[in-house]
């Protein structure tokens, strides 16, 4: 299999020393989604230290921002999903192949593409190949972070945090889906 994000000539030298040559004509562009959906599950401290309440913002967003840049959650810390829809020209098949590139995420995230969990993302380079997961159509690209909770605890507990200045916790992208 060969795999290139530019049109080309390429060559490829087999296992058994035999050499190949694929002639790629035409590339579709990168496609940066430009609408986002982002739940989020704020944890907040609850009624004795072993309890946690949890408060639940829905956002729409059509630039990717820290959390600490979005008033509603400045000082939030939990787990936020983001979700879009790529859509794909008829024709697409599994063979056409993509990557993700989720460039800055801020802390841990999982990707599912149409439902499906992705493997593990590389917290050093953010790159994950969509190979079969992505159809002609419709495609349902989400992205879920979880933070630290620090910034929580800047206000909850400001004896010991106060000085800590807010994180810039989330996906800022820019995420692009390279054919």
Request: a positive charge; glycine letters at 8%; one cysteine or more.
């Amino acid at each position: 299999m060969v795999r290139a994000a530019a049109a080309g000539t390429y060559t490829t030298r087999l296992s058994q020393g035999r050499t190949v040559t694929t002639r790629i004509a035409q590339m579709p562009g990168p496609i940066t989604p430009v609408s986002w959906r982002l739940s989020v599950e704020d944890w907040q401290p609850g009624s004795s230290a072993t309890r946690t309440e949890v408060t639940r913002h829905e956002l729409t967003l059509t630039q990717l921002l820290p959390w600490s840049q979005l008033p509603e959650l400045a000082d939030a810390a939990g787990i936020g999903t983001y979700r879009t829809t790529l859509t794909l020209p008829e024709g697409w098949s599994a063979a056409h192949g993509a990557y993700l590139e989720l460039r800055q995420v801020s802390d841990t995230c999982r990707v599912r593409v149409n439902g499906l969990a992705l493997p593990a993302v590389d917290r050093i380079n953010s790159v994950l190949d969509l190979g079969t997961w992505l159809r002609a159509g419709d495609n349902l690209i989400e992205i879920e972070v979880a933070t630290p909770l620090v910034n929580r605890l800047r206000i909850t507990s400001p004896a010991v945090f106060g000085t800590t200045p807010r994180q810039p916790y989330g996906l800022t992208g820019p995420v692009r889906v390279v054919p």
